[in-house]
């Protein structure tokens, strides 16, 4: 098969098109035959060689969400069969014209959705239902404060968010793209560069605070991050672009009785990601058939012109989600 492989770590020109064979699959795994792949930073990361995948996972095909038509399927698997089109969360290799799922991380692809369209969601659908509804708990009425609203991560958060019940203000870093935040349903959108955050969140919610933050800026934003919040808020970290070294006063994590918690999702068992995946296929995925939920991609790119896709994700010039055309 095909594959954009990561020839050796460095930027983005080791990435480069390249015969493989096709992976195994195992009994309880389906083969895919991918039409599209979803670009992450954690694709970013795993190419400059700072992001090591975890044991099992393709240490040279990056690529953690697909979408595309079951090709095979495991002795074990009951629910997908041969010819179904599915979207999916995978651990590695998605870059390619095949990959193997474990059946569970399978999704039907919603609505009426493209390949391309449902090549864009797993990853942070995913990651969003894990860290906002289940580490977070964010309930109907509440608040929620999303760092980078235009990013993948972002749109996904405050459409559902929003469609949860919940009231959405997010920070980016231009006026352009706060504009297109609010557009989708965040009640407020902060430009992190002409203002500070910490002051407007406290000014529009009358000093409260907000429940939940949804942070994956880390660094100097963490004391700022806690200061935003309200009484019983909880802080949910799930990555550290500007730095894991930190310093925080902890007297307000004792006085308001904060929750400082985070994750990282791609060294879950199957067991954990199936159930994620068994939570977004009841709740989420009927908001694209009513058209509650959308897709967001900002731009596609063909399999041969991935170096460019990782160059887009780099620049953080996007809003909303970059995808691979690898049929």
Same mark, same amino acid.
């Given at each position: 098969?095909?594959?954009?492989?990561?020839?050796?770590?460095?930027?983005?020109?080791?990435?480069?098109?390249?015969?493989?064979?096709?992976?195994?699959?195992?009994?309880?795994?389906?083969?895919?035959?991918?039409?599209?792949?979803?670009?992450?930073?954690?694709?970013?990361?795993?190419?400059?060689?700072?992001?090591?995948?975890?044991?099992?996972?393709?240490?040279? @095909?990056? +690529?953690?969400?697909?979408? +595309?038509?079951?090709?095979?399927?495991? %002795?074990?698997?009951?629910?997908?069969?041969?010819? *179904?089109? /599915?979207?999916?969360?995978?651990?590695?290799?998605?870059?390619?014209?095949?990959?193997?799922?474990?059946?569970?991380?399978?999704?039907?692809?919603?609505?009426?959705?493209?390949?391309?369209?449902?090549?864009?969601?797993?990853?942070?659908?995913?990651?969003?239902?894990?860290?906002?509804? *289940?580490?977070?708990?964010?309930?109907?009425?509440?608040?929620?404060?999303?760092?980078?609203?235009?990013?993948?991560?972002?749109?996904? %958060?405050?459409?559902?968010?929003?469609?949860?019940?919940?009231?959405?203000?997010?920070?980016?870093?231009?006026?352009?793209?706060?504009?297109?935040?609010?557009?989708?349903?965040?009640?407020? %959108? /902060?430009?992190?560069?002409?203002?500070?955050?910490?002051?407007? @969140?406290?000014?529009?919610?009358?000093?409260?605070?907000?429940?939940?933050?949804?942070?994956?800026?880390?660094?100097?934003?963490?004391?700022?991050?806690?200061?935003?919040?309200?009484?019983?808020?909880?802080?949910?970290?799930?990555?550290?672009?500007?730095?894991?070294?930190?310093?925080?006063?902890?007297?307000?994590?004792?006085?308001?009785?904060?929750?400082?918690?985070?994750?990282?999702?791609?060294?879950?068992?199957?067991?954990?990601?199936?159930?994620?995946?068994?939570?977004?296929?009841?709740?989420?995925?009927?908001?694209?058939?009513?058209?509650?939920?959308?897709?967001?991609?900002?731009?596609?790119?063909?399999?041969?012109?991935?170096?460019?896709?990782?160059?887009?994700?780099?620049?953080?010039?996007? @809003?909303?989600?970059?995808?691979?055309?690898?049929?």
């Amino acid at each position: 098969m095909k594959a954009i492989v990561i020839t050796h770590p460095g930027g983005p020109e080791v990435l480069q098109l390249a015969e493989k064979p096709v992976p195994h699959y195992s009994a309880d795994e389906v083969l895919v035959k991918v039409a599209a792949a979803g670009v992450n930073r954690p694709d970013v990361a795993q190419r400059k060689g700072s992001y090591p995948p975890p044991p099992g996972a393709s240490v040279d @095909i990056p +690529g953690l969400e697909i979408a +595309g038509t079951v090709f095979e399927v495991g %002795a074990d698997v009951t629910r997908w069969k041969k010819g *179904d089109e /599915i979207c999916a969360l995978v651990m590695g290799g998605g870059y390619a014209e095949y990959c193997n799922v474990p059946a569970g991380q399978c999704l039907p692809i919603p609505g009426k959705l493209s390949f391309i369209e449902a090549a864009s969601l797993p990853e942070t659908f995913f990651t969003v239902w894990s860290n906002v509804f *289940d580490r977070g708990a964010l309930k109907k009425g509440e608040t929620l404060l999303v760092h980078g609203g235009s990013s993948g991560i972002g749109v996904a %958060a405050i459409q559902m968010a929003k469609a949860m019940g919940s009231t959405v203000y997010i920070t980016a870093g231009s006026d352009e793209k706060c504009r297109f935040c609010e557009e989708l349903g965040a009640a407020n %959108a /902060i430009n992190y560069k002409t203002k500070n955050f910490k002051n407007v @969140i406290l000014q529009i919610t009358n000093g409260r605070g907000v429940d939940v933050i949804l942070d994956m800026i880390g660094g100097d934003y963490t004391s700022a991050n806690i200061q935003s919040l309200a009484d019983d808020g909880r802080l949910v970290m799930i990555n550290m672009m500007m730095g894991k070294d930190v310093q925080v006063d902890l007297s307000p994590i004792m006085r308001k009785r904060l929750t400082i918690t985070g994750s990282t999702l791609r060294a879950r068992d199957v067991a954990f990601k199936a159930h994620i995946a068994q939570c977004l296929e009841k709740v989420i995925w009927p908001l694209f058939t009513s058209g509650e939920i959308k897709p967001v991609i900002n731009k596609v790119f063909p399999a041969n012109e991935a170096a460019d896709a990782h160059r887009l994700m780099e620049s953080s010039a996007h @809003i909303g989600k970059i995808v691979l055309d690898l049929e």
